[in-house]
């Protein structure tokens, strides 16, 4: 018997002990996990220049004075219909959870707490840093129940330590939560029947949901966390680039020329028009100076990466296209922008980790950038896998560092201004492409552009043959189907793309004599207007 009962005693004992993370259970979210800023009845306004990413709305009342939001606004919709109800399904959980620890109302001041379920009776306030400590635990839930109105002080902080997540962190609230300003606040916020107020300088990483209330916020970050089973953001299947990956500048119809001392890691070219300007000393690919096979395969490639693109069904509308940027955070999707798009100060791409994470940003009108607009890439975001498709002309500003695939539609990239870093690639269907004293690199470059679209020289089956080539005082071109003569024209350019020479072809075989010097030299054959065949000469003593 007394053994029997010093077994007891030791089970409630460790019972007593034991951590309490075996008794926070997380609620079911539901729909309103998606929302960063969410009430039930009341409005949701913002004013300054906020960073949200989540979904905005309310069921009752109105969204406001919001930029730009890397989520969707949902104002008495069926989503905010479905929000609200998970929202009390989520609440009622919170609140029935039986509490286990009860600490004093002034949280924070350095103090660690462990994952469990916290009740205060009264109104709570946050000041300085309050560390939560998972210990080594990534489940921990900590879940604080607080009977009264919760207030931050300036610059207080919520820091999570030991794997613990800010998914796994809740605050029940019964009255105003009111954080003053810097606030670094972590987990979701369920204010029941009282507003939301977050001030300048306040950072959420979570939620702020209200039951019945308003929430109100200024120049705040605000983002839902990730983990806990959250959706892992992989974004769109990213474009097959085919022979167009081999190029950093490319026009499909178009001249394509440079000034000024710019770096070009990539091919350059145009399938219709002449590439000029560019220093092959400085290009660490192949400048087609004239239009041949892979110019020819780059241009087919580039409309079906274009039309795919072009095709994606957004995620996201960016609202405000004329108010792009502006530190603007956006994670893997397709996003639209409805019209000329003005691209001011930076843009961060947020990869969530996911190095293979893919970003498309469609705009449907022009698009052009201040002097000094940057994107930053983020957390593992890589620019093979950023794709821009522009709906018109592109203009690049001074000393800009965009990053990604620019694919340009019936526009000009008339604009890759002095000192612009494109850690990309600057393509477009029709229309003029400039540089001037900038730098681009195209990531991922195949390995087989230095042979696609070759022609075949001396090989039957050409149009032409010429031989011998290289050559010294002179070379032989021999048409193997003399019935193609009529209307032939040749033309060569030399390696900056100047036209040196351009003659009729009248007879079966033509003698071309070394009138222009010694170097690499380009020929087209055109008949009609088109160019029939293309390709490289060499003259050498």
């Known amino acids: 018997m007394k053994k029997r009962l010093l077994f007891i005693l030791v089970f409630i004992v460790s019972l007593a002990t034991y951590p309490s993370t075996s008794f926070g259970q997380a609620p079911n979210l539901g729909s309103a996990a998606d929302f ?80 469990g379920i916290y009740s ?29 109105p919760l207030s931050t002080n300036a610059a207080a902080k919520i820091k999570l330590l030991n794997g613990a997540q800010a998914c796994n962190v809740f605050w029940k609230v019964e009255g105003l939560v009111s954080m003053a300003s810097g606030t670094t606040m972590r987990g979701t916020i369920i204010a029941n029947n009282a507003a939301i107020i977050m001030n300048t ?80 000393l400085l290009v660490n690919g192949d400048i087609h100076l004239i239009p041949d096979g892979s110019t020819a395969q780059a241009a087919a490639d580039l409309l079906v990466a274009y039309n795919y693109v072009n095709s994606l069904s957004a995620d996201i509308e960016l609202l405000y296209p004329a108010d792009f940027g502006k530190n603007l955070v956006l994670t893997p999707h397709t996003y639209l922008l409805g019209g000329a798009t003005t ?21 449907n009108g022009a698009l052009s950038t201040s002097t000094y607009a940057k994107v930053v890439l983020m957390n593992g975001a890589r620019s093979e896998n950023v794709f821009w498709k522009v709906e018109g002309a592109v ?17 000009a990239l008339s604009a890759l201004n002095t000192g612009v870093i494109l850690d990309g690639r600057a393509l477009t269907t029709n229309g003029a492409l400039t540089s001037t004293a900038m730098d681009a690199t195209a990531p ?60 009729k072809l009248q007879n079966p075989s033509t003698i071309l004599e070394n009138n222009f010097g010694n170097g690499v030299y380009f020929y087209r054959v055109i008949a009609h207007g088109e160019t029939l065949q293309s390709g490289k000469i060499i003259a050498q003593n």
């Open 395 to 411: 203009s690049i500003n001074n000393y800009s560092i965009f990053r990604g695939t620019i694919i340009c539609n019936n526009g």
């Open 120 to 148: 205060i009776s009264s109104a709570a306030t946050l000041n300085l840093t309050l560390n939560l400590d998972a210990q080594g635990n990534p489940n921990a839930v900590f879940i604080f129940q607080i009977q009264g």
């Open 444 to 503: 991922l470059i195949p390995g087989n552009c230095s042979t696609i679209g070759l022609p075949v020289i001396n090989t039957v089956g050409d149009l032409v043959d010429i031989y011998p080539n290289p050559f010294q005082t002179k070379t032989t071109i021999r048409f193997n189907d003399p019935a193609l003569i009529a209307d032939c024209e040749l033309k060569i350019y030399n390696s900056v793309g100047k036209e040196v020479l351009s003659t």
């Open 343 to 363: 691209f001011t100060d930076t843009l961060y791409l947020n990869a969530q980790g996911n190095a293979n994470a893919v970003f498309v940003i469609q705009i």
């Open 201 to 280: 300088g306040d950072t959420l990483e979570g939620r702020a949901l209200s039951t019945a209330g308003a929430i109100t916020i200024d120049g705040v970050l605000a983002y839902t966390p990730i983990g806990c089973g959250s959706a892992v953001l992989n974004g769109p299947t990213a474009p097959n680039l085919g022979a167009t990956a081999c190029y950093a500048i490319f026009s499909s119809d178009g001249a394509v020329s440079n000034s000024g001392i710019t770096n070009v890691s990539g091919d350059v070219g145009s399938n219709n028009g002449l590439t000029t300007g560019y220093n092959p």
């Open 36 to 115: 960063v800023l969410f009430s039930t009845d009341g409005a949701v306004s913002n004013s300054g220049l906020s960073q949200i990413t989540g979904n905005v709305g309310t069921n009752n009342g109105s969204s406001t004075a919001f930029r730009n939001v890397n989520g969707v606004m949902h104002d008495g919709d069926g989503v905010s219909a479905q929000c609200a109800a998970d929202l009390l399904i989520a609440y009622n959980q919170l609140n029935s959870a039986v509490p286990t620890l009860f600490p004093a109302p002034l949280l924070g001041n350095g103090a660690t707490l462990n994952a």
